[in-house]
């Protein structure tokens, strides 16, 4: 099992940036996968961003290059770098962490909110 907690949530303007973190309480190195879900009031839960152990990454089509996310061995902590923000970018966004071994589990953090005003 692994807390989660996010941090660099908060308002902006259309066109800003933000860092999100999701640092966890172990090492990360045995997650196979970390990733971003957002949702929005009154919208599916969606799947923003994730990385792979191996280092691969995918993006929901939406954010595809404005959004980078990545994960920092050495910290414990993932990050999503998010530029050129939409007000559409507007939700709370959790990170989860996907473990396969002993047994399969994802574990999640409790969520930030991100606000972009037009």
């Known amino acids: 099992q692994v807390q989660l907690v996010e941090s660099g949530g908060g308002l902006v303007q259309a066109g800003g940036s933000l860092r999100l973190s999701c640092a966890a309480s172990r090492s990360i190195v045995s997650i196979n996968a970390m990733g971003w879900y957002r949702q929005a009031p009154g919208k599916q839960r969606e799947l923003v961003a994730q990385?792979?152990?191996?280092?691969?990454?995918n993006y929901v089509d939406s954010v595809k290059g404005r959004f980078t996310i990545s994960r920092d061995n050495a910290k414990n902590t993932m990050y999503l770098q998010m530029n050129s923000l939409k007000p559409e970018d507007t939700a709370v966004y959790s990170c989860?962490?996907?473990?396969?071994?002993?047994?399969?589990?994802?574990?999640w953090g409790q969520g930030t909110q991100v606000t972009v005003s037009s």
């Open positions: 989860y962490a996907r473990t396969n071994w002993p047994t399969p589990r994802v574990d």
């Open positions: 990385v792979i152990s191996g280092g691969s990454t």
